[in-house]
């Protein structure tokens, strides 16, 4: 039931560590993106809606700046998200090796969905930009003139593309993460893996909709916090806020991030209380804990906002929910793995004796290892029995081993200089067993032959020196 059974790698305990890694980081990346892309093209869609029943321009003007300041390119959008996405999914994949569930399914088609979204998503922020540059040409007519039939005709069209492309791109944004984070809630539960067949039996999930309600508050929350701190921090903020517009931006995103933010600490808490037995861990709780803490301050700071109109803590409120998110998604990797602990072991434990068997060298049947052949091929080039060639003869050297093969076998093995007449000896690539076979056959030939009684005055001449072979 795993679509992508067929192109991961089953997990081991060498590859389970860099899973673990290569899992938060795609989150890093993935899931503050596409909260800030889902949060920031609802409000701007909300306050667009406002601007045009009140006629305040202030919201028109609100919605534009967060198309401004949160959106992204193409580009950027594929590195932030559909790769991570996709990187997400292949990683549950991984994970849920040979399980019994469509966990892995209904992500994959969460990320389908997501590229359809993405495109419209963009496609809405692009016209809506065009929209703006419209209605900016009437400064440029005379007073009491009317915009040209053809302009006109063109405003009407991409107003009508403008709102199409962003309500459908915006349902398919949740929709799609619906699925995404409807398939990592049953991932992290094998007990529901044998009940969830498909996705209308996920659409009464409960622990799946507690998931995507806190996804929601988190987007809310994250797209608040980056308001406050682009808008009136990073780089300077913007310049030219009018006192009213100022304090709409402080009004609406505190609110909505306060009230947003409250619902987080409220579902963090709930996915807790839910969690089951066998995933538990204290890496959990203490990881639940910290998210609960940077929760509280952050309620604590927005209040302030709301309070006070303070901007200056607007660095802090994004910090602190960076630290949330960081804090979440450590913690939900660390469920998944405690979860999945019985699932993995038997398969973990598999792989590593498949990995350990492949690495493990060949043994060799010294018997059938042929010295004499060896020694045709890679010896007597250099080395004849009472010849001196390359190498000095064997009648010389091989009757200094007093019939050590073990010894004379290292030499071979792994050969170094030792009489300076002759040149080192390179190492011939042999294994263990080859250098012992040919070890062995010089030791027969030559060993005891009438080379073996050495003269004393090459004995005088050689005592202190290492016995050179071949």
């Not at 791109?169 to 398939?183: E, Q």
């Not at 309600?213 to 806020?241: E, H, N, P, R």
Request: hydrophobic content about 45%; aromatic content about 14%.
């Amino acid at each position: 039931m795993n679509i992508f059974e067929q192109f991961v790698i089953p997990p081991s305990s060498h590859t389970l560590p860099l899973m673990d890694i290569f899992l938060i980081l795609s989150l890093l990346l993935f899931l503050p993106f596409i909260g800030m892309l889902i949060g920031g093209t609802t409000m701007s869609m909300i306050l667009s809606g406002i601007s045009g029943n009140t006629g305040d321009d202030n919201y028109n003007r609100f919605s534009r700046d967060i198309l401004n300041k949160l959106s992204v390119n193409k580009n950027v959008g594929l590195g932030l998200g559909l790769i991570p996405a996709f990187s997400i999914t292949f990683v549950y994949a991984q994970y849920l090796y040979q399980a019994p569930a469509i966990a892995i399914s209904i992500m994959f088609i969460g990320c389908v969905i997501y590229i359809f979204a993405f495109l419209l998503t963009y496609r809405f922020h692009r016209t809506f930009e065009t929209g703006l540059i419209l209605d900016s040409y009437k400064l440029y007519i005379e007073p009491g003139k009317n915009l040209p039939a053809d302009v006109i005709e063109y405003k009407k069209k991409n107003a009508a593309i403008t709102k199409q492309s962003g309500r459908l791109g915006l349902f398919l944004l949740y929709v799609a993460s619906f699925l995404f984070v409807g398939g990592a809630s049953i991932a992290t539960n094998p007990m529901r893996w044998a009940e969830v067949t498909n996705v209308i039996v996920l659409l009464i999930e409960f622990e799946v909709w507690i998931n995507y309600l806190y996804f929601l508050s988190f987007s809310a929350a994250i797209t608040c916090s980056a308001i406050l701190f682009f808008f009136f921090k990073w780089q300077g903020g913007i310049k030219d806020m009018t006192i009213d517009y100022k304090m709409l931006v402080l009004k609406v995103a505190g609110f909505t991030g306060f009230f947003s933010v409250v619902l987080l600490l409220f579902f963090v808490f709930i996915k807790f209380l839910i969690t089951t037995e066998m995933a538990l861990s204290t890496s959990v709780f203490v990881y639940t804990t910290l998210a609960m803490i940077s929760i509280l301050i952050v309620c604590s700071l927005l209040y302030a906002v709301l309070k006070n109109h303070e901007v200056r803590f607007a660095s802090a409120i994004f910090f602190f929910m960076i630290l949330i998110f960081l804090f979440t998604s450590l913690k939900d990797q660390a469920l998944l793995v405690n979860a999945l602990s019985d699932h993995l072991a038997p398969i973990i434990a598999e792989q590593d004796k498949l990995i350990e068997s492949k690495t493990q060298p060949i043994a060799q049947d010294e018997s059938a290892i042929d010295g004499s052949q060896i020694y045709q091929t890679k010896c007597s080039a250099c080395h004849k029995g009472d010849v001196k060639l390359v190498g000095p003869p064997y009648m010389e050297t091989i009757p200094k081993y007093n019939g050590d093969i073990k010894k004379l076998a290292g030499f071979i093995y792994n050969p170094v200089k030792v009489n300076p007449e002759y040149p080192a000896m390179p190492s011939q690539g042999l294994s263990v067993a080859e250098s012992e076979a040919v070890a062995k056959y010089l030791m027969d030939t030559y060993g005891g032959g009438a080379g073996g009684e050495e003269k004393e005055s090459d004995k005088q001449g050689t005592d202190n020196k290492e016995p050179e072979s071949k």
